[in-house]
């Protein structure tokens, strides 16, 4: 009986994990304290499934033929609870395989259960002074495919987030090795960061080194006229900056051409001060803004009007790709979206991902299903709108 009673017990606690999770699941605002639980869900979702069976096979066996009422009660419910679970957390797998079938994309179980983390770190041997400004050099790692080419490669100036206070030009090392092996040299950068505030160096920064990297075309083989910019979280700010910002943005280095053929963003903030108005927005998030703003939209409203790409919007600006987990809890799904329809309006081409379920960063897990979606999807826009030789 004391067994029976152990077992019961493990599949309560089964029980209470799954009730959690399909909390988070179908909930479309969730206390900060739940949110490392989206994260769960959003990239590593597939791993509920056995868990919510292992909890209702261990309630078979605590049920059994016989047994007291209390135990046969409480592995009853944990049983009932647990097979529920199991049913809702199929729910982000069957988004994920619906999203695909609209894109046309296949995802794989195997690539899912190899795993793999997509963080790292600059890599010195790698790195170069781009610009030197306020006695800070600011450096970028030059990645380039292997072998030779016998015309000029495109190139991709790759910005990393960090919510414009953290992070450095190492983060999310596997897509730029992802884009060395479509055949793209990748030019991951660093620049100024909070405190001070640095709405307008940062974007400065970002200019000069997309400038630079076209100033070193003929050192690196690259074609200086075919540049494309992408980044993710604040580095999907500055992206998006350094291909939208005119001359009221100007580079932070004596360079003349600045101009790129594509940019891709992943969970950006497009517009700043509707960022803070968002009600799901966290603290933390709202320190970054003030940081790097030096105040709120009450206080400095020029700031975060001048920091916002969508500011920028016109008709000539380049094709965009945006990618978003409709789930993200820092960074709001609705920038995007908003974002997406401004550019249609104008006549802009792009393409917004809305990764299902997907949290913020969820490309740090690079076996998910949401980077196996962007994956596809960056891949058909590049193909379309910045293809490799």
């Known amino acids: 009986m004391v067994i029976r009673w152990l077992i019961a017990a493990m599949a309560a606690v089964l029980a209470v994990l799954m009730m959690l999770f399909v909390y988070v699941i179908i909930a479309v605002r969730i206390p900060a304290p739940f949110v490392v639980l989206t994260h769960v869900v959003s990239d590593y979702g597939l791993y509920l499934i056995p868990l919510g069976l292992t909890g209702f096979v261990l309630s078979l066996l605590a049920f059994g033929r016989k047994g007291r009422v209390g135990v046969r009660r409480v592995a009853a419910v944990t049983g009932l609870v647990c097979l529920l679970g199991t049913v809702a957390c199929g729910f982000p797998l069957a988004a994920a395989w619906g999203t695909a079938v609209r894109h046309d994309a296949k995802l794989s179980f195997d690539d899912y259960l190899s795993g793999g983390t997509n963080t790292g770190a600059p890599v010195e041997a790698l790195s170069t002074v781009y610009n030197t400004v306020d006695g800070q050099d600011l450096k970028l790692d030059v990645k380039l495919p292997a072998g030779t080419s016998d015309r000029p490669r495109p190139a991709v100036v790759w910005v990393h987030g960090g919510g414009w206070r953290n992070g450095d030009r190492g983060e999310v090392p596997l897509w730029h090795t992802w884009l060395n092996d479509k055949g793209y040299a990748v030019f991951a950068i660093e620049y100024r960061m909070t405190p001070p505030a640095r709405w307008n160096q940062a974007p400065a920064d970002v200019k000069c080194a997309v400038g630079w990297v076209k100033s070193q075309a003929a050192k690196y083989g690259i074609d200086p006229d075919r540049v494309m910019i992408a980044g993710g979280s604040a580095g999907g700010n500055l992206a998006l900056m350094g291909a939208y910002a005119d001359d ?46 030096g105040g709120t939209p009450e206080e400095v409203p ?5 920091a916002s790409p969508v500011t920028y919007v016109r008709p000539n600006v380049p094709p965009t790709l945006l990618m978003h987990g409709n789930r993200d809890h820092v960074a709001p799904y609705r920038g995007s979206a908003e974002l997406a329809e401004r550019l249609r309006r104008v006549g802009v081409e792009n393409q917004l991902l809305a990764v299902p379920y997907g949290e913020h960063i969820y490309d740090f897990t690079w076996a998910g299903w949401g980077t196996q979606l962007s994956r596809h999807v960056f891949g058909t826009f590049l193909a379309e709108h910045f293809p490799a030789p």
């Open 248 to 293: 009221r943005v100007p580079p932070s280095c004596a360079v003349t051409d600045t101009a790129v053929k594509a940019v891709a963003a992943f969970y950006p903030v497009p517009d700043l001060a509707e960022a803070w108005r968002d009600t799901g927005l966290p603290a933390r998030m709202r320190s970054f803004l003030v940081d790097y703003t």
């Open 302 to 306: 020029e700031r975060y009007k001048a």
